[in-house]
């Protein structure tokens, strides 16, 4: 294990470390809050020569994501990042880059999304990406960003996958906050993870190569469309050897999914990306007065890792979702995903679905409460309600108090 | 069920004789459906629509791949494999083609290059079309109303009200929908009644399924490394006139080589001009631009 | 880098094709016209970035008509693919992992609707990054791939399919043409030219003279649409002699901005003989001849070409 020297590093700066780390050599940009730290970061290095390569200012996001794919067409490792609208602004873009298989990373740093606009993360924005053909991992602590954006080209890189990676932080949480982040050596780096060699994807005089070409014809389409989905499900195996090579290299391991204290629960939240910090705590008030409660994080977003999800929730009485998201008229997203994963399940736990953390709202210890409650009541009953949304008589009252203010009596 | 297929090259009109067989249909009573083709072809190039008419609700959707009237406007579009106008004709099917050769000698050069359990109808709607309205591709009004009669189901006034209908919907100015209406109504008298017989009901063969497989990057992607491969498709019989040049008049001034935007047009050691017929898709722009007049058009008429 | 060709007669355009025949666009497409007679011009060491439009299915799977290089990006960032491809291009040859040889032309290839419309902002930063890079736009007027539909270069009073000619707009397209020269001169690009495919030498010399700029290379192909425009495939090269012959469409250039017209009619034909010939202006004439209409796009000539005659004049 190579030498690791620890900093205080936010969550952007461990990403701009992660890409520097990962010899990113081209890195398109533009801003947007809460991601910006991590290209202005990015830009210092470039301009005074800490990264070798090219930094550019774009016109926006749908331009920069295509600016980054092509320029991963052409053979270069690319990495850029945004948030949010940004993400959304860049949509087309996402299925475009991973039709043409390019393995560049992108980092999203999650923030609410508009209407009503707003600064705090939920995770409506990089769910919405879920289908477009980017394998998604999501972070807990900065530390688990900077390893996942090395672990990601890895991946993403591999000729069994050839498929852009998004890597997920929270704004604010993780964006903003520093902790201590263990900097991998530039050669452990290096000897982690080659330079970029592609076979499939380039363009030059001598073997001109027609790419992204248009089809006409449902099943060519499907052909294409069906690589992207085997590609993705081989990411599976192919992020375990790296994630054990990464455990081998630098001593920090990571799993598609984590399991906390889930081994003999009876009882499991189910959450991601940096509240799952808060569920560990509230899963150690519980164990502290002997309820047997755990909690599964999920990490690997894409390709979905059904098995590890039905294993670590294998004989479990209850389980609560918590959903940093909302699709609106149906409940949580990640809900529906853990469900699809546990149907087959011979003994399948009652399986609850609550929505909290919208727009970086708190989720208080009293929240966590409820919905333990909640799962024991399903539990005793049989009974599982629909989706809660979780909300406190305090914030009840604010709000109220809000309203008033802001001339709504006539409502 | 009838279930109709009209064949033509993008501006014949074929969309609009799918709809005219289709409001036809329907103002006699019938459950029906229409729809085109799209395709990545353009004005010129094989297009396709269908019209399907049954007196109960149709449970069908999409392409028809079992005809039982096909009519195919012009009948370059017999050799073309993009167009394929045989697909699925059975016994009781009918193939019309729009052509002046007679209904025997189409029948003996098709049984010759693609026999087909289908009857065969000739009938000249170009001849018919260009006498009445003046432009040999607006096929539209006469093969509909051909469609119309050999459908069997439909009279002479339903016909005259969906030509109208579909016509008016087009946009054409008055004059031009009455002569239209007139040849439609000539074309529905001179084509004669065959009987159909609507194929048995006879789900296409099951194909075995097969399992997806992770394929090598380079074929998992779409993309193509045979640079200018597309001279593998052919756009030949797109052309409805065929330009044709006559050497004794040329005098070798490189116009039609530089105005062709296909680049079907090379010039050989001598400067003479020749012309690729596999990719020509009769424009007619060396036509109108030889400044010598040696680039004459001629029409085309026999696939074979 | 000096000039090989001079392009003074016909019979120096290269009978080399580099785009090869079977692809599905009209018979007829002015557009196809004008980037093959470019494309003799710029050699097969190119690649292309598409936006979406016509052009999309000049490639299609699993053929491709170019000797050269392509990548269909989106319908509004193409300058941004260019962006990418050109960049990675330098960095691959600035560290050796590709030799000079090897290297690319970058071209953007986009409509009008793609150019004028949904991908300006996009060309416009590639502009103003000075990006190295050709830009192609055939310009048809409308949105040809959807059906002819309207965009911001469809002329005044042309009818489409979103811009009818009906009772309450007699006209059809009731907004003038986007200035897009003016436009993408403001951002002082080394080198802008408008081409039509009828004057191939005045294209070639065009062409030939950019080779010599580093920086965006933008050129405006005049593309006489038969199915869009409404008259027969062969008229394609009159409707564009005409265009230019009534002073509708001005061949020019500018070098970092400074404007220099090509090909100065000596007498502008009247323009009624170009709107006549074509089916989307045949609501200005039946039933009734919309006057007030024609004098509209009569005076916008006039108005245009004035303080170049009167240059002219002044010469003399």
Request: with cysteine.
């Amino acid at each position: 294990m190579g030498p690791q020297r620890e900093e205080m590093l936010t969550g952007n700066m461990a990403a701009a470390w992660g890409a520097r780390l990962a010899r990113a050599e081209y890195v398109p940009a533009y801003p947007i809050t809460p991601q910006t730290e991590i290209v202005e970061t990015l830009a210092q290095w470039f301009a005074d020569g800490t990264m070798q390569g090219k930094f550019v200012t774009m016109d926006s996001e749908h331009s920069m994501l295509t600016a980054a794919g092509a320029a991963a067409a052409t053979g270069v490792r690319v990495f850029t990042a945004t948030s949010s609208q940004g993400l959304l602004y860049a949509f087309e873009v996402l299925y475009t880059v991973a039709g043409w298989r390019v393995p560049l990373v992108l980092v999203n740093v999650s923030r609410a999304l508009a209407s009503p606009i707003t600064l705090e993360p939920d995770h409506n924005d990089v769910l919405a990406a879920r289908d477009a053909g980017f394998l998604q991992i999501h972070c807990e602590t900065c530390q688990e960003v900077l390893d996942s954006i090395l672990m990601a080209y890895k991946i993403a890189e591999d000729p069994r996958v050839l498929l852009p990676v998004i890597v997920n932080l929270d704004g604010y949480y993780l964006s903003f906050t520093r902790e201590p982040v263990a900097i991998p050596s530039a050669e452990e780096a290096a000897a982690f993870l080659p330079p970029y060699e592609p076979h499939h994807a380039f363009f030059k005089a001598s073997r001109p190569l027609a790419q992204g070409i248009a089809v006409l014809g449902g099943f060519i389409y499907s052909y294409f469309r069906y690589q992207e989905q085997l590609a993705a499900r081989n990411a599976l195996a192919v992020h375990d050897e790296v994630a054990a090579e990464f455990a081998r290299r630098f001593g920090r391991s990571y799993g598609p999914v984590e399991a906390y204290r889930l081994e003999d629960a009876e009882y499991a939240l189910v959450m991601s990306n940096a509240f799952a910090t808060k569920g560990k705590a509230a899963v150690d008030l519980f164990r502290q007065r002997g309820e047997r409660v755990g909690l599964l994080r999920l990490r690997l977003l894409r390709p979905f890792p059904h098995e590890a999800v039905q294993a670590a929730l294998r004989g479990k009485r209850a389980v609560a979702v918590l959903d940093q998201n909302l699709s609106v008229g149906q409940g949580g997203i990640t809900y529906q995903e853990v469900a699809a994963a546990l149907y087959h399940e011979p003994s399948r736990p009652l399986l609850l679905s609550c929505i909290g953390g919208l727009g970086g709202k708190e989720i208080s210890a009293g929240e966590f409460e409820e919905v333990l409650e909640l799962m024991k009541e399903a539990a005793a009953t049989g009974q599982v309600p629909g989706p809660q949304l979780l909300y406190t008589e305090g914030e009840q009252t604010q709000m109220a108090h809000l309203l008033d203010i802001a001339g709504k009596e006539w409502g | 069920m009838i279930r109709v297929r009209f064949h033509g090259r993008g501006g014949h009109g074929m969309k609009t004789a799918s709809r005219i067989l289709g409001t036809a249909a329907f103002l006699e009573g019938f459950r029906v459906q229409d729809s085109p083709l799209y395709g990545a072809e353009r004005r010129g190039a094989p297009i396709t629509a269908f019209t399907r008419i049954n007196d109960h609700p149709i449970l069908e959707r999409g392409i028809i791949t079992i005809p039982d009237l096909v009519l195919v406007a012009d009948e370059t579009l017999l050799e073309d494999p993009l167009a394929n106008p045989f697909l699925g004709l059975h016994a009781g099917s009918l193939l019309f083609i729009n052509s002046p050769t007679s209904t025997q000698a189409m029948a003996e050069a098709v049984a010759a290059r693609h026999p087909t359990p289908a009857r065969i109808l000739t009938g000249d709607l170009t001849a018919l079309t260009l006498e009445k309205i003046g432009k040999a591709q607006a096929l539209s009004a006469t093969v509909g109303a051909a469609a119309c009669k050999l459908a069997g189901v439909i009279g002479m006034g339903a016909l005259e009200k969906a030509t109208r209908k579909e016509l008016e919907e087009l946009g054409l100015p008055s004059p031009l929908i009455d002569r239209n209406l007139e040849a439609a109504l000539l074309a529905f008298e001179q084509t004669p009644r065959v009987p159909l017989a609507s194929a048995p009901p006879q789900p296409a063969p099951l194909q075995g399924l097969v399992v997806p497989v992770y394929q090598p990057p380079a074929r998992g992607t779409p993309s193509v490394a045979a640079p200018g491969n597309i001279i593998l498709r052919k756009t030949g019989g797109w052309r409805i006139f065929r330009p044709v040049i006559e050497y004794d008049k040329c005098n070798q001034c490189w116009i039609c080589f530089v105005r062709c935007p296909e680049g079907a047009i090379s010039l050989d050691e001598k400067e003479d001009p020749h012309i690729d017929y596999d990719h020509c898709k009769g424009c007619l722009i060396c036509v109108e631009e030889c400044p010598t007049k040696a680039v004459v058009k001629e029409r085309e008429v026999h696939a074979w | 880098m000096a000039i090989e060709h001079a392009y003074k007669k016909l019979k120096e355009i290269s009978l080399e094709e580099f785009i090869l025949p079977g692809t599905s666009t009209c018979g007829g497409c002015g557009g196809l016209e004008a980037l093959r007679l470019a494309h003799k011009v710029l050699g097969k060491n190119v690649v292309f970035v598409n936006a979406a439009g016509c052009f999309t299915l000049l490639a299609l799977f699993p053929f491709s008509p170019f000797k050269g290089s392509w990548l269909y990006t989106t319908m509004a960032s193409a300058p941004a693919g260019a962006q990418g491809i050109r960049d990675a291009l330098d960095l691959l040859i600035a560290r050796g992992a590709l030799s000079i040889e090897e290297d690319l032309q970058v071209i953007v290839l986009a409509g009008d609707g793609a150019s004028y419309d949904i991908g300006l902002a996009s060309t416009s930063g590639a502009i103003y990054r000075n990006l190295d890079f050709w830009y192609f736009c055939y310009d048809n007027e409308a949105y040809g791939n959807t059906g002819v539909q309207m965009s911001s270069a469809t002329p005044y009073a042309a009818r489409t399919t979103t811009t009818p000619a009906a009772v309450l707009t007699p006209e059809g397209t009731e907004l003038p043409k986007k200035d897009l020269f003016e436009i993408w001169r403001a951002h002082c690009p080394p080198y802008l030219a408008t081409v039509s495919p009828r004057h191939p030498l005045d294209l070639a010399r065009k062409f030939e003279k950019a080779k010599a700029f580093k920086g965006p290379k933008l050129f405006i192909a005049y593309s006489p649409c038969p199915t869009g425009w409404h008259y027969d495939p062969g008229q394609t090269p009159e409707i564009a002699r005409l265009a230019v012959e009534t002073g509708l469409w001005a061949l020019k250039e500018a070098v970092h901005g400074e404007v220099a017209h090509t090909y100065i009619p000596k007498k502008l034909k009247s323009v009624e003989e170009y709107l006549q010939a074509q089916g989307r202006f045949a609501h200005l004439f039946h039933p009734v001849r919309q006057e007030a209409a024609l004098r509209k796009i009569r005076e916008a000539i006039t108005q245009y070409w004035a303080p170049y005659l009167r240059t002219m004049q002044n010469a003399k």
